[in-house]
């Protein structure tokens, strides 16, 4: 075997360890592991074994060999493209490794975490810049897009504040991401080169306005349907629906409450007996702002959440009396629920009642 077929050999060993290690995470860790491991946040899912341990492991093989197939491959180049290609993917390869191997071992997540998704955005600049001018035979469209997608992936998980547990690139980065690396192994192995020309046209005007037409309605239909799940598979945000979150409401004051979900402006309250606990469902709006009161009224508990704040909390609000938190009493207008029976009523505060206030036109006669 000469040096050129063991170099091509090993690159296309490389991607498809690549692959495995971005897909077997999102089945054996991600999906696989128990919904409190997911729900409680990612210094809990680290810690969550053994599905913590291997996702992490694997996510760190994944980069590495991403890394390394992408250096064989420029070994021997020149040019300041492919020197910045070189060092940005060397150094993602070290801080993915560094942080990915220090959660294993059980090391400060919240410093772990950071490094190994910190990594792995710069191991997708680097693939981005490779497959988009860097490497003649890493040119792709579909490469740089998930270059591009892992690197926005991890500015935006570490930006994130609500501490959610994401897959690496995003729910469904694995998938294209393991057809490109699939596809980039056969063609390193067959010595594929890329076509330079880019689309030829035909010169006949009709037949030139139907290809661009035909790709211009492609390309418009495909953004708009694929673009929507790309936001919300990067971003971890909700693409169909208004995102919900399950809280725990336990009435620790010893007496019963009226439990306001946003507040005592809120028209939506319920009554809770003493000790009750109820499963409540909330927008997912990252702001929360609890309150309760006695059944005259009288502030007991006024607290403010953010996403992190309730998953520190594990979902569980324990209202207990502490009146000196919320603002002065507030006569509600409200829908009070109790039980099954719904009973609508208007509070209106009183106000007391003094003299008439003189006539303005009596008192200006003389």
């Not at 692959?19 to 696989?32: I, K, Q, R, W």
């Not at 009161?293 to 309730?310: K, M, V």
């Not at 594990?314 to 029976?341: A, C, H, K, M, Q």
Request: aromatic share 10%; charged share 15%.
């Amino acid at each position: 075997m000469n040096k050129g077929t063991s170099s091509r050999l090993a690159v296309a060993a490389a991607l498809c360890v690549s692959a495995a290690g971005v897909l077997l995470p999102t089945f054996n860790g991600y999906f696989a592991a128990p919904r409190d491991c997911i729900r409680f946040g990612r210094v809990e899912f680290a810690a969550c074994q053994p599905w913590g341990k291997t996702t992490v492991i694997e996510n760190g093989i994944a980069i590495a060999a991403l890394i390394a197939a992408l250096w064989i491959t420029t070994r021997g180049s020149t040019g300041s493209a492919v020197w910045a290609t070189r060092l940005i993917g060397a150094a993602g390869a070290a801080g993915s490794a560094v942080g990915n191997i220090a959660s294993a071992i059980g090391m400060e997540p919240m410093i772990a975490i950071p490094l190994a998704t910190a990594g792995a955005g710069m191991a997708g600049g680097a693939v981005a810049l490779a497959s988009s001018r860097a490497v003649p035979t890493w040119r792709s469209t579909l490469g740089t897009i998930l270059g591009l997608t892992l690197l926005i992936w991890s500015i935006a998980y570490l930006l994130r504040d609500d501490d959610r547990v994401l897959p690496q690139g995003g729910v469904l980065f694995a998938f294209p991401y393991a057809i490109w690396s699939l596809r980039l192994a056969w063609r390193t192995w067959r010595e594929w080169r890329p076509s330079l020309g880019g689309i030829r046209y035909s010169h006949h005007w009709p037949v030139r306005v139907l290809q661009v037409g035909t790709i211009s309605v492609f390309g418009v239909l495909l953004f708009f349907i694929v673009f929507p799940f790309w936001i919300g598979s990067t971003f971890g945000v909700a693409v169909l629906g208004d995102p919900g979150v399950e809280v725990t409401i336990e009435n620790a004051t010893g007496e019963p409450i009226m439990f306001y979900e946003v507040g005592r402006r809120s028209s939506f309250k319920i009554q809770m007996e003493t000790a009750e606990r109820r499963e409540w469902s909330w927008l997912l709006t990252g702001v929360y702002t609890p309150e309760a009161t006695d059944l005259l009224g009288n502030p007991l508990f006024c607290r403010r959440y953010s996403d992190r704040d309730l998953r520190q909390l594990r979902y569980v609000i324990r209202i207990i009396r502490d009146p000196g938190s919320g603002p002065e009493p507030f006569p509600s207008t409200s829908l009070v629920i109790t039980g099954s029976n719904t009973d609508m009523r208007v509070r209106r505060p009183r106000t007391p009642m003094g003299p008439p206030a003189p006539d303005s036109r009596r008192a200006s006669r003389p």
